[in-house]
């Protein structure tokens, strides 16, 4: 059965910042779409520079490379290493410019090949990719923050992470050397009436997952979806700039 996506997104400047650090884009190319949300940091101009820089390098390496990946392993390199290819540009442009100098972004990205029954899903720092399917929902991202990375050394739990002192506190993002050769690329089997989130903490950090789930189950259309959840986020008192797309998964007509 041939599947199509269904976008819809939504970036909002918030109730408190002066300008909008987060990035977000849909690229649809004849054999491929690329998903895109970036959270910028780094004050000033910086974090917007870094995260509007992010989403142009991945699509253009992507573009560059993927089209001719045979298999899943070198999809899956292949969209590491754009990742990383961002992350070396965005650490130049920084050591070139000092008032770059602390730039730094999120990224979460979603890879769907035209014709596939997959969806690519990668992401580095705290902002998320989620997959809601049969009422329920699931994350598929790791965050990077330091609260996480004490979760997995059992230090402390999931539920102390969510308000603890460093859950806002990444120590791998795009602009730090600990991007290594890359994020983790997950491959997610996808079928027609999956949905997927993905979202800028803006979002994520002020509204709990069921009621991201509960509001997502609400909204048929894609756009009024993504819409609602960034006023959802500035109801619930999100003191971040919201971003967020949410992707339909549907029977190609």
Not at 102 to 120: C, D, E, F, H, P
Not at 175 to 195: L, N
Not at 219 to 225: L, P, Y
Request: hydrophobic share 40%.
């Amino acid at each position: 059965m041939a599947l199509a996506l269904n976008i819809g997104k939504c970036t909002l400047l918030g109730n408190y910042r002066e300008n909008n650090e987060d990035a977000i884009d849909v690229k649809i190319f004849p054999d491929m779409t690329i998903c895109l949300v970036a959270d910028g940091m780094g004050g000033q101009a910086a974090g917007e520079v870094a995260s509007k820089r992010a989403i142009e390098i991945v699509p253009r390496e992507l573009k560059k490379y993927l089209s001719t990946a045979v298999s899943n392993d070198d999809s899956k390199t292949i969209i590491r290493r754009s990742i990383v290819q961002a992350n070396e540009e965005i650490m130049a442009m920084a050591k070139l410019d000092h008032e770059l100098k602390n730039m730094g972004t999120t990224i979460v990205a979603a890879v769907w090949r035209k014709g596939s029954s997959i969806l690519y899903v990668t992401g580095m720092g705290d902002s998320r990719a989620y997959l809601i399917r049969n009422k329920k929902i699931e994350q598929l991202t790791t965050d990077h923050s330091i609260a996480q990375a004490l979760v997995e050394a059992k230090t402390i739990s999931a539920a102390e992470a969510k308000t603890h002192r460093y859950r806002n506190v990444l120590w791998k993002f795009l602009g730090s050397s600990e991007v290594g050769e890359g994020p983790e690329v997950k491959i997610v089997p996808i079928q027609a009436g999956d949905r997927f989130l993905l979202c800028s903490d803006g979002l994520s950090g002020v509204v709990p997952d069921e009621q991201l789930l509960e509001f997502i189950l609400q909204k048929e259309d894609v756009q009024e979806c993504a819409d609602g959840l960034g006023q959802l986020a500035l109801d619930s008192g999100s003191k971040d700039n919201v971003s967020c797309l949410v992707i339909a998964v549907a029977e190609a007509k």
